[in-house]
């Protein structure tokens, strides 16, 4: 037979419950903060997010990545570009990272830059697009030719990468120019603060804006780089890097 506590015991049997509760919640936070050279580490929905790792390469094979940090070493899956990129085994090394969750699976992902982070991201958002054939692509098509395929509905170089067919080309298309309306749409530009003067009205221009906003920048930033950078002269391809190299700067 169950027997009810008295209210009283019933309120102190809670206050007891929530502190114990505090204090585990208290105690996991310090251990993942505790010196460890991860740049931003939140939980969220149960899973911990890593903005990017800083340590050691420790290991390198044809599609991850092993790095050290504090002692614990992050198997990390990336691409070809990343692999060759990312120095020798004794080097520091900083790589942009994706923690990819789902109900059977925990992989961490990462890329040592932040547009191939955006490109992956972009990518496994697509419907029946998942990471290995995001790191296909990502391995077989420089970003830069990435976004410019997208805006100008080139399926052929995204078909470059093995495991990409037309059908999932012209998927891909569909869903990021969508992606890249919608984003165009949400972010409104306040023209008293900030006035474009890159070849206004110039198709050459708005493609820019759109291949830039596929590798992860806002209307605004992709924006403001291609109008430090544009000459009448330059064709598109030669807008979006030059407008990259503004942003990395």
């Known amino acids: 037979m169950l027997h009810c506590l008295p209210k009283r015991d019933g309120k102190a049997f809670f206050r007891r419950f929530s502190a114990t509760i505090y204090f585990a919640i208290d105690k996991c936070k ?18 911990i997010m890593f903005a990017h790792i800083k340590g050691i390469l420790d290991y390198k094979h044809n599609d991850y990545l092993v790095v050290e940090a504090n002692g614990v070493g992050y198997k990390i899956n990336t691409s ?17 990272t ?43 098509v420089p970003s830069t030719k990435f976004s410019l395929a997208v805006i100008t509905d080139d399926a052929k170089t995204l078909t470059k990468a093995q495991g990409i067919g037309n059908k999932m080309a012209q998927r891909i298309i569909l869903e990021l120019k969508d992606k890249i309306k919608k ?16 070849g206004a009205g110039n198709s050459k221009v708005s493609e820019a804006i759109s291949a830039l906003i596929v590798l992860g920048y806002t209307p605004m930033e992709a924006s403001k780089a291609i109008n430090s950078i544009y000459q009448d002269d330059m064709d598109l391809e030669s807008i979006v890097k030059n407008a990259l190299k503004s942003l990395l700067r």
């Open 80 to 96: 070809l570009t990343t692999i060759e990129k990312a120095g020798a085994v004794g080097d520091e090394v900083k790589v942009y």
């Open 183 to 198: 984003e165009q749409l949400v972010e409104t530009v306040d023209d008293s603060n900030y006035k474009s003067t890159a």
């Open 30 to 47: 310090r251990l993942i903060d505790f010196n460890i050279s991860i740049n931003t580490v939140s939980i969220l929905k149960g899973k």
């Open 98 to 140: 994706h923690l990819y969750v789902r109900e059977d699976i925990m992989s961490l992902y990462g890329f040592v830059s932040r547009e191939e982070l955006s490109m992956f991201e972009l990518l496994i958002s697509v419907s029946g697009v998942g990471p290995k054939a995001a790191i296909s692509l990502i391995s077989s």
